[in-house]
């Protein structure tokens, strides 16, 4: 399989979720994962993972540049 892109998420508070949805005919989480502030996870989109759902305050770094995930309102 051809080598995939990484994808760099950065934790910038407690409890970011960062979620792999399924790659096919229905599109579902199938993983999660929690990170604490100043944790990073490096993930790549795989046969099983088509796209990646960040939930909370997050620095993400893409091939595409980066962006901030922001947190939900309270
Ligand atoms: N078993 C999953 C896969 O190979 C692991 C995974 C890869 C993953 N990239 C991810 C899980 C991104 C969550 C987010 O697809």
Redesign the pocket.
């Known amino acids: 399989m051809k080598q995939s892109e990484y ?1 760099v998420i950065k934790a910038i508070e407690d409890g970011v979720n ?3 949805l399924t790659r096919g005919a229905d599109t579902r989480f ?2 999660s ?1 929690k990170l604490d502030k100043g944790e990073v996870m490096v ?7 088509s796209a ?1 759902k960040i939930r909370g305050k997050a620095n993400i770094i893409t091939s595409f540049g980066e962006v901030e995930s922001e947190a939900k309102e309270k």
Do not use: D, L, N, R
């Not at 993930?43 to 993972?49: P, S």
């Open positions: 994808v960062v979620i792999g199938h993983h994962e993930a790549q989109f795989t046969e099983h993972t990646i």
